[in-house]
């Protein structure tokens, strides 16, 4: 697989699975019902000891805004309870992950659990009642997609549609990747869909999410920015996720502000944007600690890097991938689903990005 496409897992298995969905979570068994269960319920994961007096320092005041929405994903990786996450870091919004098809042109959770009367639902209530709200993902990795499944651009936004109408969303993020992204008839379909989707829901917030280089998005993903701007796609964010680059000069901070610097001149390219609003209407979604590919390591460091820049630019969105990894891996643990695999403190990376406003 090309070493800048995959979004993010570091599932524990001899090949990783690249960014997020761990092949429709070993068909959900015993563990995956486990997991979901502490989407309601505190995570029984003892937390680890921190790793410096400043890591355990109090967050930062929070943003509380749709900008600073990072990923949790509910079925995968000995999810914590999203309310306690709200509580230990002040962020508000999370983006939850993954909607899939469950074999035809119909949205579940990880292709297999309904949209209503399950766990999913009943966390995003908690999140909620706390005061916080979410962005719900489609696609990832792994698992079949909405986009390759749904045969029309109206039957693809009939099924986005569910996904708005079950939770009554204010935002939505495509995570186009894997076969979805490198195949072009799918590629004008999603474009075709969300643009259907912004005009049936007014002041919805849609974000198209891919892999990228460290100059930029690459040639597929250029493609489909201009497919957007051709099409007449409004669309809020093109989000760019800077990581399993496989090499590459200078900090992974450095690697993610050159790549978003490529993405900002694709874009103001693409839609005759100034470039105030091509800074606008691009984002970021980052990896927290080891990546997918040996050797590469996002620090504390590399998110505050970040950060400066979103602030500099005022950019449209500041994720990463992902809450459940934010945590000490503890003696002997390896990086993977449910830790970073660097010492830290719980929610060390959280606690950046929850300082962005916008």
């Given amino acids: 697989m090309p070493p800048h496409t995959p979004h993010r897992t570091l599932h524990p298995t001899p090949h990783p699975?690249?960014?997020?969905?761990t092949a429709a979570l070993a068909a959900l068994g015993l563990a995956g019902a486990a997991a979901l269960t502490l989407a309601a319920e505190p995570s029984a994961q003892a937390s680890p000891t921190p790793a410096s007096d400043a890591a355990s320092a109090p967050a930062a005041k929070a943003s509380g805004t749709l900008h600073?929405?990072?990923?949790?994903?509910?079925?995968?990786?000995?999810?914590?309870?999203?309310?306690?996450?709200?509580?230990?870091t002040g962020v508000k919004w999370f983006t939850l992950?993954?909607?899939?098809s469950d074999g035809g042109c119909n949205p579940a959770w990880d292709g297999n659990r309904p949209l209503k009367g399950g766990s999913?639902?009943?966390?995003?209530?908690s999140i909620r009642g706390a005061g916080g709200d979410i962005v719900v993902s489609v696609g990832g990795w792994s698992g079949a997609k909405l986009g390759e499944k749904c045969a029309s651009a109206s039957a693809l936004a009939g099924a986005y549609q569910k996904v708005i109408d079950a939770y009554k969303l204010k935002a939505f993020d495509i995570d186009i990747e894997n076969t979805e992204f490198s195949n072009a008839t799918v590629r004008r379909r999603v474009v075709d869909?969300?643009?259907?989707?912004k005009s049936k829901n007014p002041g919805i917030v849609t974000y198209v999410t891919m892999g990228t280089t460290p100059q930029g998005p690459d040639a597929t993903g250029k493609d489909l920015i201009r497919l957007g701007a051709a099409a007449g796609l409004a669309n809020d964010a093109w989000v760019i996720m800077p990581f399993d680059f496989g090499g590459h000069s200078g900090t992974m901070g450095d690697a993610s502000v050159s790549a978003m610097e490529g993405l900002k001149a694709t874009v103001k390219s693409a839609y005759g944007y100034g470039d105030a609003d091509?800074?606008?209407?691009i984002g970021i979604s980052s990896m927290n600690g080891k990546t997918d590919v040996a050797g590469e390591t996002v620090t504390t460091a590399d998110f505050k890097k970040i950060l400066g820049y979103a602030q500099q630019h005022h950019i449209a969105r500041y994720a990463f991938w992902a809450v459940n990894r934010d945590r000490d891996c503890g003696s002997g643990g390896s990086p993977g689903d449910s830790c970073s695999g660097i010492a830290q403190s719980p929610y060390e990376f959280t606690k950046i990005v929850a300082q962005y406003g916008g």
């Fill in 17 to 21: 699975t690249p960014r997020r969905t």
């Fill in 68 to 88: 600073a929405a990072p990923y949790e994903y509910l079925g995968w990786g000995n999810p914590q309870k999203p309310t306690d996450v709200m509580a230990a």
């Fill in 97 to 100: 992950a993954f909607i899939l």
């Fill in 120 to 125: 999913d639902e009943a966390a995003i209530k």
């Fill in 193 to 197: 869909a969300l643009k259907i989707v």
């Fill in 278 to 281: 091509a800074y606008k209407h």
